[in-house]
C-alpha cells in the first residue's frame, strides 16, 4: 500500500488488491489504516465492504460510461470510479462532496491527468442513474449482485428461499456479545449494559448471546478487557452448547482459530481443552483471546487431515471440528468471499473436509460426542458430507437437533438473517 491519506484513494487501492490481486480483505484493510482517525477508519471500511457488495452493478454501470475500459497500469481508477459510484448510489455524502473527493484522490494516486475524465464519467452517472439502474436489473448477476455460480447453487438447495439469502449477505451484519456464563448470568450482563445506555436485545434461541442495536468499541463494553464478554455471532454460540462440555472432559477443539469457541468452551466447564489449528499466526489469536479472559488450554500447531504427527494417542471425550468451508454463511461479514470464492473451491473444500472427519473420528473415546460445523449454506459442505460420513462408519450415531434432523438429511442448518449461515451435526461414537 503507497502512503496515501485520501480515504477514496485507499480504498481504490484496498479493492485493487483485493478484487484484482486475490488479497484477503481481512487483511487489506487494517493495513490500509494505519494512521487514518476513526472516522476515516470507518469510512475505509464502509466504503470498501459496499463496493465489494455491490461489485457487479458497479461493473455494469461503468461498461455503459467508460468508452475504453481502464485496464492495466490504469486499472486502479476503475476502481475509483466504483468509489465514486458507490457513494453517489449508496451513502449519505453530498453529491459534490462524493465526486470533489473522488477526484482529489487522483492527486494521492499521481494522476492528475485522468480528473477531467473521472469527473466527467461521475456526472454522467448522476445524470443517468435510473436509467443504468434499470438495465442492471434486468441481468441476475446485477440485480443479486452474487456470482452466478453461487445464485445457482443456492436456488437449488433453497427454491423457497434462495433470495432472502441473497438478500441477507448485501445487509451489514449485527454486532452479537457472548456472555461468560462464569463470571455473569446473560440477564445479569443485559442488566449492566441497560445501566450504560447501551441499546440490546435477547433472543431465547441464542441463550449465551446478546444483540446490540448498533456495533461499537468492545472497550467501550463493561468489563470487556476481563472477559466477561466476547464478540461472537449468535450461531457460532450453538457450537459449545451442542458440544455441551462437562467437567474434567478431555476436548479436542479442531481448527479452532481465532478461539472464540474455544474460550465458550473453557466458559461452560472446566475441561482439558486441546485447541489446534494448522496456522501458527493464528494460533497466536487464540492465546490471546484465552488470555484476556483468564482461562488456560494447550495449544497445538498441527494438521487435523494427520494427527499421527502431532496427536499423542489419548483419546477424546467431546471434539469440535469446525473444518474450513466456503465460509458462503458469512459473506455479509467478508464480502470479498463472493469473489474471491470459485465454483471449484466447493469440490476440494468438500474432500478436505471428508478428509479430516475420516481422520479425527478414530481420536474420540467410544461414547463421545463429535460436533461437527460449518459456517457454510452449501449442502454438499454440510448435509451431505455428514449423510456420507455415516453410511460408511457403522460406529457412528447421529443425535438429532431438531425435528427434521434425519440420518439422510442430518444436521441443523442455520441461514443468513439475525444470525450468520451456520451448520451443525451432532455424532456419537458408538460404546
Known amino acids: 500500500m503507497s502512503n496515501v491519506s485520501n480515504v477514496r484513494a485507499l480504498a481504490a487501492e484496498t479493492l485493487y488488491n483485493v478484487v484484482d490481486k486475490g488479497a484477503s480483505l ?58 465514486g459510484i458507490y457513494q453517489l448510489q449508496h451513502m449519505r455524502v453530498p453529491p459534490h462532496a462524493a465526486i470533489s473527493e473522488t477526484v482529489n484522490a487522483l492527486q494521492q494516486l499521481r494522476a492528475l491527468g485522468l480528473k ?48 432472502d439469502i441473497l438478500e441477507a449477505n448485501q445487509q451489514q451484519a449485527p454486532m452479537w456479545l457472548r456472555v461468560n456464563q462464569s463470571q455473569f448470568s446473560t440477564q445479569e450482563y443485559s442488566e449492566m449494559l441497560t445501566a450504560n445506555d447501551i441499546e440490546h436485545t435477547l433472543n431465547p434461541d441464542f441463550i449465551d448471546g446478546i444483540k446490540l442495536s448498533k456495533p461499537r468499541d468492545v472497550f467501550s463494553l463493561p468489563e470487556f478487557d476481563t472477559g466477561a464478554c466476547s464478540v461472537q455471532d449468535a450461531a457460532a454460540q450453538l457450537a459449545a452448547r451442542y458440544l455441551d462440555p462437562q467437567n474434567g472432559d478431555a476436548i479436542l477443539d479442531a481448527c479452532a482459530a481465532p478461539g472464540g469457541k474455544t474460550c465458550h468452551i473453557l466458559e461452560l466447564a472446566d475441561a482439558d481443552v486441546l485447541a489446534l489449528d494448522s496456522d501458527a499466526t493464528r494460533l497466536e489469536r487464540v492465546k490471546q483471546n484465552l488470555e484476556r479472559i483468564g482461562l488456560g488450554a494447550d495449544l497445538q500447531c498441527g494438521d487435523a487431515s494427520q494427527p499421527h504427527t502431532w496427536w499423542d494417542e489419548e483419546q477424546f471425550d467431546r471434539i ?61 459442505e454440510n448435509q451431505q458430507q455428514v449423510a456420507k460420513f455415516l453410511a460408511n462408519n457403522e460406529d457412528a450415531e447421529h443425535i438429532p437437533l431438531h425435528s427434521e434432523d434425519t440420518k439422510t438429511i442430518p444436521g441443523l442448518q442455520l441461514l443468513p438473517g439475525e444470525s450468520d449461515g451456520f451448520y451443525y451435526a451432532k455424532l456419537v461414537k458408538k460404546a
Not at 471440528?321 to 465460509?327: F, G, H, I
Open 320 to 380: 469440535l471440528l469446525d473444518v474450513p468451508c466456503s465460509a458462503t454463511g458469512v459473506i455479509r461479514r467478508h464480502p470479498d468471499i463472493k469473489w474471491l470464492r470459485r465454483a471449484s473451491d466447493i469440490n476440494d473444500l468438500s474432500t478436505l473436509q471428508g478428509d479430516i472427519l475420516d481422520s479425527i473420528w478414530p481420536l474420540l473415546k467410544p461414547g463421545g460426542t463429535l460436533v461437527y460445523a460449518t459456517c457454510s449454506v452449501l449442502p454438499q
Open 116 to 163: 477531467g475524465l473521472i469527473n466527467a464519467i461521475l456526472r454522467s452517472f448522476q445524470r443517468q442513474q435510473v436509467e443504468l439502474e434499470e438495465k442492471a436489473k434486468q441481468i441476475p448477476v446485477c440485480l443479486y449482485n452474487h456470482p452466478n455460480w453461487f445464485i445457482k447453487q443456492v436456488k437449488e438447495a433453497y427454491p423457497d428461499h434462495w433470495e
Open 26 to 83: 481481512n487483511q487489506e484493510l487494517p493495513f490500509a489504516s494505519q494512521g487514518l482517525s476513526p472516522k476515516d477508519k470507518a469510512l475505509l471500511q464502509q466504503i470498501c465492504y459496499g463496493v465489494l457488495r455491490y461489485l457487479p452493478s458497479l461493473e455494469n454501470y461503468c461498461q455503459h460510461l467508460v468508452e475504453q475500459p481502464l485496464k492495466g497500469k490504469r486499472r486502479i481508477f476503475q476502481f475509483l470510479l466504483y468509489v
